[in-house]
Nanobody
Framework: QVQLVESGGGLVQPGGSLRLSCAASAITFRSHNMRWHRQAPGKGRELVAHLSYTGTYTNYADSVKGRFTISRDNTKNAVYLQMNSLKPEDTAVYYC???????????WGQGTQVTVSS
């Protein structure tokens, strides 16, 4: 059974940093584009960062460019989101997403809460 398990969320002050991790199991990790999405209270889910299965292509939401960095470790079946210079508007539940480039199947984690507040 495919599982994506996020960790690393929490409460942080504005200007602080957090590193989210997502551990994948029961998938051929190197065949998946990996993404982080977020959903703030009362808002729709938005794509925050994308990393291709090759690890060579990234794309970020304009609101996080220059502050967030997505990376992956295929040896650990893990993807990360380094978040710096956090703002209150970054407060949301962050979801890990794996997209299989062959079967075009999406997998989702359960989400981890990030709260940016003083």
């Amino acid at each position: 059974q495919v599982q994506l398990v996020e960790s690393g969320g929490g409460l942080v002050q504005p200007g602080g940093s957090l590193r989210l991790s997502c551990a994948a199991s029961a998938i051929t990790f190197r065949s998946h584009n990996m993404r982080w999405h977020r959903q703030a209270p009362g808002k729709g889910r938005e794509l925050v960062a994308h990393l291709s299965y090759t690890g060579t292509y990234t794309n970020y939401a304009d609101s996080v460019k220059g502050r967030f960095t997505i990376s992956r470790d295929n040896t650990k079946n893990a993807v990360y989101l380094q978040m710096n210079s956090l703002k209150p508007e970054d407060t949301a539940v962050y979801y890990c997403n794996a997209y299989n480039i062959i079967s075009q199947t999406d997998y989702w984690g359960q989400g981890t809460q990030v709260t940016v507040s003083s």
